[in-house]
């Protein structure tokens, strides 16, 4: 499965924007958020952490049928590619390569959902990249949104030594200065919207690495 875009954070490889001619229409305007030199230089093409919001009744479809949940899956994220659908607005979301290293920081400060990798399995489901899908349900996710929400990225962070990480042999690996910690401050701020809004909604999440 291909990732796409998620709401409210440019990719890497989407930054390399061509200078355009002469004469030619301006660029578009820049996403609501913006991402931080160091995300900038995570490799384009790699394992990345991804979200689907979804209804207890689609939740309920796609424990029966995960091939029709990687279609809705899918379909969600062409729908919402580039079209500057915000966290909040967003059903699908992604952290990029930055979801091992908030696994990391999650597990240190002892958070009680698994909202990396989810905790969940589709007894049915394939392979949709690096392993199967797995799931929240509601009640999770609402759990997950309210401790989100009494939290900050430099709490998260507080006391971590970049070495860390290189010794925990945390993906992607880059972690050779203290400004590493900063890779996953961009994400972090949308990731709880998406989560906020999803438990408003009373949504379920699937979840997976692709």
Not at 154 to 163: F, K
Request: net charge negative; glycine share 4%.
């Amino acid at each position: 499965m291909t990732s796409k875009t998620g709401c409210g954070v440019t990719p890497p490889d989407r930054e390399m924007a061509k200078v355009p001619p002469s004469g030619s229409e301006p660029p578009p305007a820049a996403p609501a958020v913006l991402l931080s030199e160091p995300l900038r230089k995570l490799p384009p093409m790699s394992m990345n952490g991804e979200y689907l919001r979804v209804t207890p009744d689609e939740l309920a479809r796609a424990l029966k049928d995960p091939e029709w949940a990687l279609d809705l899956a899918e379909e969600i994220q062409d729908a919402q590619e580039d079209n500057g659908t915000t966290a909040a607005e967003a059903r699908h979301f992604t952290t990029h390569q930055t979801w091992n290293l908030l696994d990391f920081l999650l597990k240190r400060s002892v958070f009680p959902v698994d909202i990396v990798h989810g905790e969940e399995l589709f007894d049915e489901a394939d392979d949709w990249g690096y392993g199967p899908p797995r799931y929240l349900t509601a009640d999770r996710v609402r759990l997950a949104a309210d401790t989100l929400t009494q939290m900050t990225y430099d709490q998260l962070a507080q006391g971590v030594d970049h070495s860390e990480f290189a010794a925990a042999a945390i993906y992607p690996q880059i972690w050779d200065s203290p400004t590493s910690l900063d890779w996953a401050e961009d994400v972090f701020t949308p990731l709880t919207e998406f989560f906020q809004a999803a438990a408003s909604d009373g949504h379920a999440m699937v979840i997976w690495l692709d």
